[in-house]
């Protein structure tokens, strides 16, 4: 009797990685990955992602760590997700939900009041004046500050920086080069100007001061002040006290996003669906070990760690720069003063040491010690 012969999807994946010389490569199928992936695919070049786990996501990932009940793992919240990503790849479209957080932060005390803020205005009035009237008058104008300056920022985020070119160009290239840089900085400079002086002031001086005096600027009450700071520290190695922390807020304030439905894993669906429709190629269990580097330099591709070739002239890694450079590249290919900042790269973060379990209860703690930062300070 005639059986037809099963082949896993790795096996098969694995043959088609080997039929084609691929316009691209992409190590890692983390968000960032996939979304390179996606666009390179939609301009139509011939894309595979590599993925050294099971499943994609990378960071953005949803996982299934207790019987019946599923975890973002890492990433928890996707307020930054450009909404230009979300309009172009038609993210919606490929299942991807956002539910609104509401209210978005709690704040218990010791002595058992607690402080709810979120979207809901009159919620945020009420709230807040349990601590303080002066606060709940002045949070408003707090609010639309930051709007503005995010307003400011917003389209420099979307918008390429101007580079300095590398190594010998062409005059029609060179020109191409000064008139983007002028048409940024023009356009930075016309920003600059529709905010006023007082405001620009006031921006630099965020971008630049502890987060701890902009908020002692703005309010009295601790319980307000730990609340709002806590978007300063986290994912940072800093404190409150830290210049430059004032960025930090309002980094975090940017976001124009909110929430997600089925957790960030659904946010990397969203993205890989969108990147296979455009033609894009993902498998997953396939551990890149090492580029492909020829003698002039250039790369030829990688090797997975079943000793799989892939043929590519161009690589993409979404792996971190330590992992790309120190241990995916063969020897004496880099420069060592380039090897020598690889090697110092600093990846710790607070959040580093936190169990994703215990995040809610590291939280509290967190602003706890800056409501008691900030009690010390007035004493």
């Known amino acids: 009797m005639w059986r037809r012969r099963n082949f896993n999807s790795s096996a098969i994946s694995t043959i088609v990685l080997k039929e084609k ?3 691209a490569l992409v190590i890692g199928g983390g ?11 939609r301009s139509g070049l011939s894309v595979a992602v590599l993925e050294r786990r099971h499943l994609i996501g990378g960071a953005a990932v949803t996982e299934e760590l207790i019987p019946g009940f599923k975890f973002s793992r890492c990433s928890y919240l996707q307020s930054l997700l450009r909404p230009s990503i979300i309009r172009e790849l038609e993210l919606g479209r490929h299942g991807l939900k956002l539910l609104k957080r509401s209210p978005s932060s709690f704040t218990p ?3 058992g009041r607690y402080l709810l803020l979120g979207p809901d205005k009159d919620l945020n009035y009420s709230e807040i004046s349990k601590f303080s009237k002066r606060d709940a008058e002045a949070y408003p104008r707090y609010e639309n500050q930051l709007e503005k300056f995010c307003e400011f920022m917003d389209p420099l985020l979307d918008s390429p920086t101007p580079e300095t070119l590398q190594g010998v160009s062409s005059f029609s ?6 008139l983007h840089k002028s048409a940024f900085w023009a356009r930075f400079l016309r920003q600059a100007v ?8 006031d921006f630099i001086d965020l971008l630049l001061s502890p987060v701890s005096k902009v908020l002692n600027n703005w309010f009295e009450s601790n319980v307000l002040k730990a609340t709002l700071a806590t978007d300063a520290v986290i994912g940072t190695t800093g404190s409150v ?12 304030v940017m976001g124009e996003t909110d929430g997600d439905r089925g957790g960030m894993g659904s946010v990397s669906l969203a993205i890989s669906k969108a990147a296979r429709e455009a033609g894009a190629h993902i498998v997953t269990d396939a551990e890149v070990s090492r580029l492909m580097i020829e003698d002039s330099g250039a790369v030829n591709g990688v090797i997975l760690a079943d000793g799989t070739k892939v043929h590519s002239s161009v690589v993409l890694s979404n792996a971190t720069p330590y992992k790309t450079f120190m241990e995916l590249l063969p020897e004496n290919v880099l420069p060592d003063d ?11 973060s607070y959040c580093n040491d936190i169990q994703e379990q215990q995040h809610s209860i590291q939280w509290v703690r967190t602003s706890t010690e800056i409501t008691e930062h900030f009690e010390l300070s007035e004493k």
């Open 109 to 111: 005390c010791l002595d």
């Open 241 to 252: 006290t830290t210049p430059g922390s004032g960025y930090v807020l309002l980094h975090h």
């Open 194 to 201: 529709s905010l006023g002086q007082k405001e620009l002031v």
């Open 21 to 23: 010389t691929w316009d």
């Open 338 to 348: 380039f090897i020598c900042a690889i090697k110092h790269l600093d990846y710790s």
């Open 31 to 41: 968000h960032n990955g996939l979304t390179a992936a996606a666009y390179l695919a």
């Open 173 to 178: 290239t060179q020109m191409k080069n000064k």
